[in-house]
């Protein structure tokens, strides 16, 4: 069996593309506004939270460059973790993120607290769950169509006994 050739059907199915000679996923869809908003924010079970106070501190794992393994590595005492520190306002948000709420939640529980407009809490709290997730801390999960597949057959009615 031969290992499919660079850019292949196979790779261009699987949403797969090749960048500068590496295999990389191919960007997602772009999501409306509205879809963002119904997006639930899961935080990574690798981050370690450190309360600190009304501070919270995120401790994520990563993984270390090529270059630092082997000998080098004995030498120079690096860490295994990345921190990142939150302010209280930060902390709040990131407690609402309990994987059960959907943005647009966040965001209101935020417009509350803080009493801001409903639009503008949104665009703050999307930006910051963006830059979180850029960094690892959380993924927002969009919600599964409601559409159904193409070519799917609809389930039969059981019949009554």
């Excluded at 899961?42 to 990563?62: E, S, Y």
């Excluded at 270059?67 to 990142?84: F, M, N, Q």
């Excluded at 939640?105 to 963006?130: C, D, K, N, P, S």
């Amino acid at each position: 069996m031969t290992a499919p050739s660079r850019g292949s059907a196979v790779d261009a199915r699987a949403g797969l593309r090749y960048k500068s000679g590496r295999l990389t996923a191919a960007a997602a869809p772009a999501q409306s506004h509205e879809q963002w908003l119904e997006a639930v924010p899961i935080c990574n079970r690798a981050v370690r939270v450190q309360r600190c106070g009304q501070a919270v501190v995120l401790w994520v794992p990563f993984r270390p460059r090529w270059w630092l393994a082997g000998p080098l590595r004995w030498l120079l005492p690096l860490r295994k973790e990345k921190g990142v520190a939150l302010d209280l306002v930060g902390s709040r948000v990131w407690d609402d993120c309990d994987g059960q709420r959907q943005v647009q939640e966040v965001a209101a529980a935020f417009a509350q607290r803080h009493q801001l407009g409903a639009r503008e809490a949104t665009l703050r709290v999307l930006l910051f769950l963006r830059q979180l997730s850029e960094r690892k801390l959380l993924v927002l999960a969009l919600p599964r169509a409601a559409a159904p597949l193409a070519g799917a057959q609809p389930l039969a009615a059981e019949p009554a006994p």
